[in-house]
């Protein structure tokens, strides 16, 4: 009931928002808006005119005003016909598509449109008959509701940013402006919420990534394709290395397929109906089509037809740092997070007998546990996705959909986790759960996903021999525990501001001199450090480290390491010299240790 209650008063603030927009430019053109996390947005096409930050001030103002003033929200319903020659009337070209696309098909047919924002009141089945606006103030807008009673119930609100959209989405229609703004009930709600904000902000992975070296992303080689810097590509090389020792202790056979792979492969496993939108195509000299590889699934499924013939072959694991491209909209591009590629997925399938399958998820929840509490991930919860069988979306047997449910269920029960459930989420092609978190502005991100595929052997036509000589199709687990490298690099940038865990940083320590009468001393603490392999978590995990000659202050040399966010500085001066220590610095403050007692200290990080 309270985030109903929230939700409304956000619907409604989109309203006020573009109430103030259209006084503001009364010629202001209105695509839809919709609630979203914390807030809302409204797309808007205001032609030449280009909303900035500077515009935000002038906007607010108005938006208050019309909270002051205290509009009642009014419900009004006018026949579709009418309501077409309100939208030519008024020059709103955008609701009279969306109101031609009611009156043709009862419905709008862009896919992401969201629908919380078209009103509708149907008289039958194909067709609308008749469409509900409402009116604050001298703005009418074409809507479903419910709304706030009067815009003085409207809560506190910050514009945040503005960005482009495609209207509904395509990149062949117009780009519109979409304002986005926070709503919340209390003025003190917002503020703790601005707080976190400018907290996040030096957690950003888009800001941290690039000034720490992780990655960069580059105009003249496009957007959506980061590459990674050496010392991101070191952290990427430490989390495929360790991902690969957890995962062959556990029986994981690790693979490595083509980027490319011919059209029939994805006409055969279902991919190129549903998805080849998402996908890039080429042809070659023959004219045959080929695509980048968007998932690595069919090509795993190749491998298991080549090496799978009895049932005594299952579990049968297949393991890939795989890498995948696809073709995202440029507007929903995001650092490391959403990306075209490449997207370097700790991919997996699990090929098993029906009656293995919960024993195997157990397994799959024992390595999320072990993965993330080295990593320090603790705050985290499973989302258990299910059909909903009123949807036409899922294909096959029902039966077979029930038994994976509650085998996931089981295990989910059985080894403790905490976990949620939610109906007519599943995938196409089976139940899965999504491991979830929290950002540090409280929303909820998937980090990774296992789900369970029924359908695809069917598809491809997968089969083993079974203890009677029959052919029967496997069940296939779907499994990615860091879900993609880059994005959980970005994830984890976050959740640690760029100090990573001692293992995992790219550069783990720095060695920094007072003066350059220092070499012998030095050369000696090198060779402690060169004789130095960590053996936890990732076993044969050379020691990382530099050493700052340079002419300059030890303070600058110290601010540069910190900002780099080396986790250990080893301090040497004459006097340590003398003593035969060293100052250990680190994020917790400065420490003396004895150079002979060095190795284990290192060692017990």
Request: with cysteine; aromatic share 10%; net charge negative.
């Amino acid at each position: 009931m309270k985030d109903e209650k929230i939700n409304i008063m956000r619907h409604s603030m989109a309203h006020i928002t573009a109430a103030a927009v259209q006084r503001l430019w009364p010629s202001a053109k209105f695509g839809v808006g919709s609630v979203v996390d914390n807030g809302f947005y409204y797309d808007i096409d205001l032609g030449e005119v280009k909303i900035s930050e500077a515009n935000f001030p002038k906007i607010e103002k108005a938006m208050q005003g019309i909270i002051e003033y205290g509009d009642d929200f009014e419900k009004l319903e006018m026949p579709i016909d009418e309501a077409i020659s309100w939208a030519k009337a008024n020059g709103q070209p955008y609701k009279e598509e969306l109101l031609n696309d009611l009156k043709r098909s009862g419905t709008t047919v862009a896919k992401d449109l969201d629908m919380d924002e078209i009103g509708l009141a149907t008289d039958g089945e194909s067709a609308v008959k008749t469409v509900t606006f409402y009116k604050n103030g001298n703005f009418v807008d074409l809507c479903r509701g419910p709304h706030i009673a009067n815009t003085r119930d409207a809560g506190a609100f910050k514009l945040l940013r503005v960005a482009g959209a495609y209207w509904r989405g395509k990149e062949t229609n117009p780009q519109m402006q979409r304002l986005y703004g926070v709503v919340f009930a209390t003025q003190t709600e917002l503020s703790d919420y601005l707080e976190r904000l400018e907290l996040a902000k030096t957690r950003d992975h888009r800001v941290v990534g690039p000034q720490l070296g992780i990655y960069m992303i580059s105009d003249a080689v496009g957007q959506g394709l980061p590459m990674m810097m050496p010392r991101g590509e070191t952290l990427k090389d430490l989390l495929i290395r360790y991902m690969r020792q957890e995962e062959e202790a556990r029986g994981y056979k690790y693979v490595e397929t083509p980027v490319l792979a011919h059209e029939n492969l994805y006409k055969r496993s279902g991919h190129a109906d549903h998805y080849s939108d998402a996908m890039y195509k080429l042809k070659d000299d023959e004219g045959q089509t080929f695509y980048l590889k968007p998932m690595n699934c069919p090509h795993h499924h190749m491998i298991y037809e080549k090496m799978v013939e009895s049932y005594r072959d299952l579990p049968f694991k297949l393991a890939e740092a795989g890498r995948v491209y696809r073709k995202e909209l440029s507007g929903t591009l995001t650092g490391l997070i959403r990306v075209r590629g490449p997207i370097t997925q700790n991919d997996s399938h699990i090929y098993i007998r029906p009656n293995q399958l919960k024993d195997e998820f157990v397994k799959v929840l024992e390595l999320f546990k072990t993965v993330y509490q080295t990593m320090g991930i603790n705050d985290y919860w499973y989302r258990l996705s299910l059909p909903d069988f009123t949807k036409d979306k899922y294909e096959g047997d029902k039966q077979a959909w029930m038994d994976a449910s509650n085998a996931i269920r089981e295990a989910m029960q059985e080894f403790g986790a905490e976990f949620v459930e939610v109906e007519g989420e599943a995938a196409f092609y089976g139940p899965k759960i999504d491991v979830q978190t929290r950002n540090i502005l409280g929303k909820e991100d998937s980090i990774a996903t296992s789900q369970v595929d029924i359908l695809v052997p069917y598809r491809m036509d997968l089969n083993y021999i079974d203890e009677a000589g029959n052919k029967v199709k496997p069940i296939i687990i779907h499994r990615a525990i860091l879900g993609s490298f880059e994005r959980f690099i970005g994830m984890l940038i976050e959740k640690t501001a760029g100090w990573f865990p001692f293992w995992l940083a790219p550069e783990q320590v720095r060695i920094l001199t007072i003066n350059n009468t220092l070499n012998d001393y030095v050369a000696e603490i090198k060779s402690i450090l060169d004789g130095i392999i960590l053996m936890k978590p990732l076993r044969h995990n050379e020691l990382r480290y530099s050493v700052d000659e340079r002419n300059e202050s030890l303070g600058k040399k110290i601010r540069e390491a910190t900002n780099l966010k080396i986790p250990i500085q080893l301090i040497v001066g004459q006097q340590d010299k003398d003593v035969r220590e060293v100052s250990v610095r680190t994020q917790l403050g400065e420490q003396k240790v004895n150079i002979d007692g060095l190795k284990d200290y290192l060692l017990s990080l």
